[in-house]
């Protein structure tokens, strides 16, 4: 039982980020029209130049400890819009019209070239990245009706919970109340019915792209103390997310989130076993398999509305 | 109102267009008839900036940029598309909202369209996509109907109705003349000149004949090589 809470106590945040990463994938794909396979790539860039500018910040000594990671931030969420802007703008855009197939080979193609770039401006090392919360995890003990329970919670992780929470909430309005959050699924649904409405469709894929690199940048810097800042330090969440996304269903987009809650928590549960040890990963591509098998509209895709 | 002057529109090696001239007065209704394939819906997604084309649209004088739907839509030439088009995951009430994205006051215009089309109001909260076909034809046109239009392109309003349901949407349309002009596009050629002042037939991309709309119906050469009835 207590390791059971353990297991929710890691999973759930790790999760979290999981299911931002995936929220992001599936905005791209949904409204943008791509599986963007270069998602947490070009945040893991964005990672290093907010690396880069806390060290700059400390460097020059204009700034000091955790003040230079909160004036860093902003810069590599800005670098993040700026590179899905530029995605878009500079080939997404020239290739949309030809066919779904040419913007998944870009994207490919982006992927390595942002690792490509990583390796080459800083280097393959792994660099240690400072916790948004430091400081001693908490320890929950006491004795109840479940028995002896012990169980630690990483201090950092709650700032990952409620930086995943007020962001779900945040693009939950976005989505549902705004004009540009409209545009955004009606552009999705129906690209020539969102142009006769006059949105210019070419403006909110932009906005989507910069959105959604900029959630992976959020991530990446939530998840970088952890992981430690390299090339490939976003592989696992990327990979995760898109699994995410699948299980949530691409046609719902906070689906991806309750998807990530599921995954983060079935790694850690699996853990629990020692005969599963090292199988989790496997555990839950099968577990896609049985999604996509028996519901591959996703366990949480909504039940009607889908007509042709 | 609208003057389209020269206007052609490719796709890749494919031209769709061929350089075509129309005008469109004042509370008219104009229709462009053809076959599939003819040009007819490429003619409406070159004059709103949908797909790119060459020549000139003028509407009221002033020269309309084509750079997107965006601006041709916000000075007051709307677009009901072919397909309706309409949001199938959007509520009947995000897609009316939606009509009024860059024109039109939607409280004040969507009592109207309630009115046209009573069934929509009953409709409000439920998905566009679980509506009947009629319901949402109705609704494509009310989305366009809701910006206010002074131009009102239509693309096949009549595309997979019961013959019941085209009249309705007939009439509804022939009482709009007086509030905007009206492009209408249709394959039923004579539903389409019933209620319109003048045509174009089109053909392989170019405009074969022109004329008044009640003079078409009655000439049986005309009807024979364009129209196929």
Known sequence: MNALLQAIAIGVPQGALYGLMGFGIALIFRSAGTLNFSHGYSAMVSVLITLSTIQWFLGMGWLEGHAALFAAIPVGLISGAVFGVLIDILLMRRVKHVSPASMLMITLGLLLVFEGAANLIWSPDYESFPRILPGAPFVFQGAGVLGEVRVIFRRNDLAVMLIALVISLSMAGLMKYTKIGLAIRARGQDPIGAQAVGINTNRVDSIVWAIAITLAVVVGILVAPITRVHPTMLMNTQLLGITAAVLGGFSSLFGAIWGGLIIGVLERVVDIFPALDGYETAIIFFLIILVLVFKPEGIFAPRQGRKA | ?229
């Open chain 2, 1 to 229: 109102m609208l003057e389209v002057t020269d206007l052609a529109v490719s796709y890749g090696p494919i031209h769709a267009v061929k350089s075509i001239s129309f005008t469109l007065g004042e509370g008219e209704i104009v229709s462009i008839i053809g076959a599939n394939g003819a040009g007819k819906t490429s003619t409406l997604f070159g004059i709103m900036g949908i797909v790119r084309s060459r020549g000139s649209v003028r509407l009221r004088g002033e020269e309309l940029r084509r750079k997107s739907s965006t601006e041709p839509t916000a000075k007051g030439m709307v677009l009901c598309p072919e397909n309706r088009r309409i949001f199938p995951g959007l509520t009947v009430e995000e897609n009316l909202r939606l009509g009024t994205f860059v024109r039109g006051n939607f409280s004040e215009m969507v009592k109207q369209v309630y009115s046209l089309f009573p069934i929509l109001r009953e409709r409000t909260r439920q998905l566009a996509g679980s509506l009947s076909g009629g319901e949402q034809q109705m609704l494509a046109v009310g989305r366009a109907l809701v910006a206010s239009p002074e131009v009102l392109l239509l693309d096949e309003p009549s595309l997979g109705l019961a013959p019941v349901l085209v009249d309705e949407m007939f009439r509804v349309l022939t009482n709009l003349r007086d509030r905007m002009s009206i492009l209408l596009v249709e394959q039923n050629a004579t539903k389409a000149l019933t209620i319109s002042d003048r045509a174009h037939v089109m053909q392989n991309g170019r405009i074969v004949h022109s004329g008044e709309a009640g003079a078409m119906l009655r000439d049986d050469k005309l009807r024979k090589a364009y129209l196929g009835m």
